[in-house]
């Protein structure tokens, strides 16, 4: 099966500082990889989504203070800092997810990863945290949902860091069912058990905290056993994977032991999942992952999942 992917070298212009984890060498290593040629992939032009666009998820007065940091050094918290071309990679990064999106949604492309920085999962609707600028797996299933082309959206977050900014938008939103595994306590210090919705979307969220050292069977036994049954209950037209890889046992930023061949496990039986439930609708876009060879494996891992 070919698989789709979103690269392009812009996506290396955020340049968060000497020594910030969230480096332009995780994509370099990643396009390393990707240029040895071993996958049979399909390759989108990213193009820039427009402030309208981020507005189906982020704040006016959030969006306006981006316009002003366009082209500025600017420091959004002491985690998240850009360059002068920060925010245009965001916006980047955040059309290519959401145009990956609803191209696999609309059945005019195969699924695929958006290979994007900045990542966005901590993004709260109204400021930037954890490294991340603009929700774009957010911005992408509102898009899906504003735009006809699902009534109902699945998220699944794999990251070891719990997306709270996800959660936050849809956590009362009947819409939009959000999962995540995640090292737990950790930061961002949200995604306990208790954390399940309120409201029109009581039930909508799922949060599974792992304790620091678990690996490849919990985390599996996690998605096999609770996660995947959920979203079959739930019933998706599309199904989204916030995909960070830093549950890596070689990660330098956390403490789970997630291997490469757990990834690849992880990747293959959400694939089958989404051929069983969506048609094979499904998507996913770049979060966290810190050890840049490790990054680079596990993204191959992903790849080769999908396009066996």
Same mark, same amino acid.
């Given at each position: 099966?070919?698989?789709?992917?979103?690269?392009?070298?812009?996506?290396?212009?955020?340049?968060?500082?000497?020594?910030?984890?969230?480096?332009?060498?995780?994509?370099?290593?990643?396009?390393?990889?990707?240029?040895?040629?071993?996958?049979?992939?399909?390759?989108?032009?990213?193009?820039?989504?427009?402030?309208?666009?981020?507005?189906?998820?982020?704040?006016?007065?959030?969006?306006?203070?981006?316009?002003?940091?366009?082209? @500025? &050094?600017?420091?959004? !918290?002491? $985690?998240?800092?850009?360059?002068?071309?920060?925010? =245009?990679?965001?916006?980047? #990064? *955040?059309?290519?997810?959401?145009?990956?999106?609803?191209?696999?949604?609309?059945?005019?492309?195969?699924?695929?990863?958006?290979?994007?920085?900045?990542?966005?999962?901590?993004?709260?609707?109204?400021?930037?945290?954890?490294?991340?600028?603009?929700?774009?797996?957010?911005?992408?299933?509102?898009?899906?949902?504003?735009?006809?082309?699902?009534? @109902? &959206?699945?998220?699944? !977050?794999? $990251?070891?860091?719990?997306?709270?900014?996800?959660? =936050?938008?849809?956590?009362? #939103? *009947?819409?939009?069912?959000?999962?995540?595994?995640?090292?737990?306590?950790?930061?961002?210090?949200?995604?306990?058990?208790?954390?399940?919705?309120?409201?029109?979307?009581?039930?909508?969220?799922?949060?599974?905290?792992?304790?620091?050292?678990?690996?490849?069977?919990?985390?599996?036994?996690?998605?096999?056993?609770?996660?995947?049954?959920?979203?079959?209950?739930?019933?998706? !037209?599309?199904?989204?994977?916030?995909?960070?890889?830093?549950?890596?046992?070689?990660?330098?930023? *956390?403490?789970?032991?997630?291997?490469?061949?757990?990834?690849?496990?992880?990747?293959?039986?959400?694939?089958?999942?989404?051929?069983?439930?969506?048609?094979?609708?499904?998507?996913?876009?770049?979060?966290?992952?810190?050890?840049?060879?490790?990054?680079?494996?596990?993204?191959?891992?992903?790849?080769?999942?999908?396009?066996?």
């Amino acid at each position: 099966m070919t698989v789709t992917i979103v690269r392009d070298d812009r996506f290396m212009d955020h340049d968060p500082g000497l020594h910030h984890p969230e480096s332009p060498a995780r994509l370099a290593s990643i396009h390393e990889m990707l240029d040895r040629g071993e996958h049979d992939v399909v390759t989108l032009e990213p193009r820039a989504a427009s402030f309208d666009e981020l507005s189906v998820v982020h704040h006016t007065e959030y969006l306006e203070r981006l316009e002003r940091a366009r082209g @500025r &050094v600017t420091v959004f !918290d002491p $985690d998240t800092k850009g360059s002068e071309a920060s925010v =245009d990679t965001a916006l980047l #990064a *955040a059309g290519a997810t959401i145009d990956l999106c609803t191209k696999v949604a609309a059945d005019e492309t195969p699924p695929g990863i958006a290979l994007v920085r900045p990542p966005g999962h901590h993004a709260v609707a109204e400021r930037a945290m954890g490294f991340c600028l603009v929700n774009n797996v957010a911005v992408a299933a509102r898009t899906l949902i504003d735009r006809g082309l699902a009534e @109902r &959206v699945a998220i699944y !977050d794999w $990251d070891v860091h719990h997306g709270n900014g996800t959660q =936050d938008i849809f956590y009362d #939103a *009947a819409d939009v069912f959000y999962a995540s595994t995640h090292q737990f306590p950790f930061y961002p210090g949200s995604g306990s058990a208790r954390e399940t919705g309120k409201g029109a979307g009581e039930e909508m969220t799922l949060n599974i905290p792992l304790p620091a050292g678990a690996g490849d069977s919990t985390l599996l036994a996690a998605n096999q056993e609770i996660i995947m049954r959920r979203v079959e209950d739930f019933s998706p !037209d599309v199904i989204l994977i916030s995909a960070g890889f830093d549950a890596l046992a070689s990660d330098p930023l *956390a403490q789970l032991e997630v291997t490469v061949d757990g990834f690849y496990e992880l990747a293959a039986r959400w694939r089958e999942l989404a051929e069983r439930l969506t048609h094979g609708r499904i998507a996913a876009v770049l979060e966290g992952g810190y050890d840049t060879g490790g990054l680079a494996r596990c993204v191959d891992a992903l790849l080769k999942a999908w396009d066996t």
